[in-house]
């Protein structure tokens, strides 16, 4: 296994440029299937493990694809398989976005339930819900999503979501654009890895309005048509390096961006004393040497992100006095507390909320995540923590962050990564 190990205390300067989304690119990749002839050329496709994971689910699923610097093609002309296996899946949430395509395509889908995850219950019932609404019948067998269609092809309908939901809104999209009529996503998630399948979407020559709001409607189309695409940035790898810059006091820019995307992080860093800068294509963060208190509640876009709000917290134990950091999309997500702590933060939870006391001299030891932006917490922390911290089980970063050590390292960090192995 690797693990990074930090000398904390450097000030970061410089600019980096951003990866494409990982967000994003995994349900372009999905879309894919929808396409019976032709192949896809997908741009600023990051080099990542949930990437590779869920190539390896496409190559499962008979599809060809091939993969050079950051462009994935896809062929799925001789997708065959309908069926996601339980050790792909296991692996990877998102691997749920096949039921859609592969339901849309060939009418039956057979894909293994997720399993438990590392910050809480994270259900799928929305999906199911959809799914049966658009006429698909449904049952758990030995593990597995069994969905089956009674006609030919999906039946329009109306889809009020109870909650937002990236993932479900992005499924539903995918199976009502060959359904038979029309279909009305309600309370549809608008952030903007949504808005950039719709566009997709559209462009292979499906029929949506309302890209960008919270109500879709889809007229569905009997084909769509094999389309080249460049996927967007990384919103949230670009948010943490930024906050990487804001906890070191140093003055960074991340490049190849579009503001829009991160509206809500951006004041919260003006509101914690940051001075930020944008223009079209970048965002320029200068720090303090004094960082103010900043509460913080994740919501779903365009409000603050849940993605953030581990990388937030190791700020905030930099901060002067206390601030409050509520969780609203997922209550349990706060694996990295007690990692934190140990690096010497002083933050309770209560509920969904983590109370951060600050400023707190950090100072380094070994740590150790169990997801991803748990992990980018604690190396935002290890920055500043006073020696060396050792950052464990570095494959839930390599998920989500392509060479992370590398961009923060070119911006004057000291980070390197090692091989160990664990006993026991
Ligand atoms: C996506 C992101 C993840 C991000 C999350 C929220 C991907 C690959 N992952 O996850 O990084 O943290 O959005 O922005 O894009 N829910 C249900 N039933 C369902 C589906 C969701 O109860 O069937 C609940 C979830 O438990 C959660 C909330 O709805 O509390 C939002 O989840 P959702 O937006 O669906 O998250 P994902 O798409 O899984």
């Given at each position: 296994?690797?693990?990074?190990?930090?000398?904390?205390?450097?000030?970061?300067?410089?600019?980096?440029?951003?990866?494409?989304?990982?967000?994003?690119?995994?349900?372009?990749?999905?879309?894919?299937?929808?396409?019976?002839?032709?192949?896809?050329?997908?741009?600023?496709?990051?080099?990542?493990?949930?990437?590779?994971?869920?190539?390896?689910?496409?190559?499962?699923?008979?599809?060809?694809?091939?993969?050079?610097?950051?462009?994935?093609?896809?062929?799925?002309?001789?997708?065959?398989?309908?069926?996601?296996?339980?050790?792909?899946?296991?692996?990877?949430?998102?691997?749920?976005?096949?039921?859609?395509?592969?339901?849309?395509?060939?009418?039956?889908?057979?894909?293994?339930?997720?399993?438990?995850?590392?910050?809480?219950?994270?259900?799928?019932?929305?999906?199911?819900m959809?799914?049966?609404?658009?006429?698909?019948?449904?049952?758990?067998?030995?593990?597995?999503i069994?969905?089956?269609?009674?006609?030919?092809?999906?039946?329009?309908?109306?889809?009020?979501?109870?909650?937002?939901t990236?993932?479900?809104?992005?499924?539903?999209?995918?199976?009502?654009?060959?359904a038979?009529?029309?279909?009305?996503?309600?309370?549809?998630?608008?952030?903007?890895?949504?808005?950039?399948?719709?566009?997709?979407?559209?462009?292979?020559?499906?029929?949506?309005?309302?890209?960008?709001?919270?109500?879709?409607?889809?007229?569905?189309?009997?084909?769509?048509?094999?389309?080249?695409?460049?996927?967007?940035?990384?919103?949230?790898?670009?948010?943490?390096?930024?906050?990487?810059?804001?906890?070191?006091?140093?003055?960074?820019?991340?490049?190849?961006?579009?503001?829009?995307?991160?509206a809500?992080?951006?004041?919260?860093?003006?509101?914690?004393?940051?001075?930020?800068?944008?223009?079209?294509?970048?965002?320029?963060?200068?720090?303090?040497?004094?960082?103010?208190?900043?509460?913080?509640?994740?919501?779903?876009?365009?409000?603050?992100?849940?993605?953030?709000?581990?990388?937030?917290?190791?700020?905030m134990?930099?901060?002067?006095?206390?601030?409050?950091?509520?969780?609203?999309?997922?209550h349990?997500?706060?694996?990295?507390?007690?990692?934190?702590?140990?690096?010497?933060?002083?933050?309770?939870i209560?509920?969904?909320?983590?109370?951060?006391?600050?400023?707190?001299?950090?100072?380094?030891?070994?740590?150790?995540?169990?997801?991803?932006?748990?992990?980018?917490?604690?190396?935002?922390?290890?920055?500043?923590?006073?020696?060396?911290?050792?950052?464990l089980?570095?494959?839930?970063?390599?998920?989500?962050?392509?060479?992370?050590?590398?961009?923060?390292?070119?911006?004057?960090?000291?980070?390197?990564?090692?091989?160990?192995?664990?006993?026991?």
């Amino acid at each position: 296994m690797d693990k990074l190990v930090i000398q904390g205390g450097n000030r970061l300067n410089g600019t980096v440029k951003a990866s494409g989304s990982k967000n994003s690119a995994l349900p372009l990749m999905a879309a894919a299937l929808l396409c019976d002839t032709g192949e896809i050329t997908l741009e600023r496709i990051p080099d990542l493990k949930d990437i590779r994971t869920f190539r390896k689910l496409l190559d499962y699923l008979g599809v060809e694809t091939s993969y050079h610097e950051n462009t994935l093609r896809i062929s799925s002309s001789d997708l065959r398989c309908v069926k996601a296996p339980y050790e792909l899946v296991k692996q990877m949430r998102a691997s749920i976005y096949v039921l859609g395509p592969l339901l849309a395509r060939f009418g039956q889908a057979s894909v293994s339930l997720p399993g438990g995850c590392a910050f809480g219950p994270r259900p799928i019932d929305f999906h199911l819900m959809a799914m049966e609404k658009l006429g698909a019948s449904i049952s758990i067998e030995k593990g597995f999503i069994e969905a089956k269609i009674k006609g030919s092809r999906l039946k329009g309908t109306t889809i009020d979501f109870p909650t937002t939901t990236v993932g479900a809104t992005g499924n539903t999209l995918m199976a009502a654009v060959l359904a038979e009529g029309t279909t009305l996503i309600k309370n549809a998630a608008m952030e903007p890895e949504i808005v950039t399948l719709c566009c997709f979407l559209e462009a292979m020559g499906a029929r949506i309005d309302g890209t960008g709001t919270t109500t879709l409607e889809i007229q569905g189309v009997e084909s769509l048509d094999a389309k080249d695409f460049t996927n967007i940035f990384d919103r949230i790898e670009t948010a943490t390096l930024l906050t990487a810059g804001a906890i070191t006091g140093g003055s960074i820019t991340v490049s190849d961006i579009d503001p829009g995307h991160l509206a809500a992080v951006l004041e919260k860093f003006e509101e914690s004393g940051c001075s930020i800068i944008t223009d079209s294509g970048s965002i320029t963060l200068e720090g303090t040497d004094a960082i103010a208190r900043t509460d913080v509640i994740t919501n779903p876009f365009p409000l603050f992100p849940t993605d953030m709000q581990a990388q937030w917290i190791a700020l905030m134990t930099q901060a002067q006095g206390t601030s409050h950091v509520i969780d609203r999309v997922y209550h349990e997500r706060f694996n990295h507390i007690p990692e934190l702590n140990r690096l010497g933060a002083r933050i309770e939870i209560r509920n969904n909320e983590a109370t951060v006391h600050g400023p707190t001299r950090l100072t380094g030891t070994t740590v150790m995540s169990t997801d991803l932006r748990a992990s980018a917490s604690l190396v935002v922390a290890g920055l500043v923590a006073e020696g060396v911290t050792e950052v464990l089980r570095i494959y839930h970063l390599d998920r989500g962050y392509e060479q992370i050590e590398k961009k923060l390292n070119s911006l004057g960090a000291s980070i390197t990564r090692e091989s160990y192995q664990e006993f026991g």
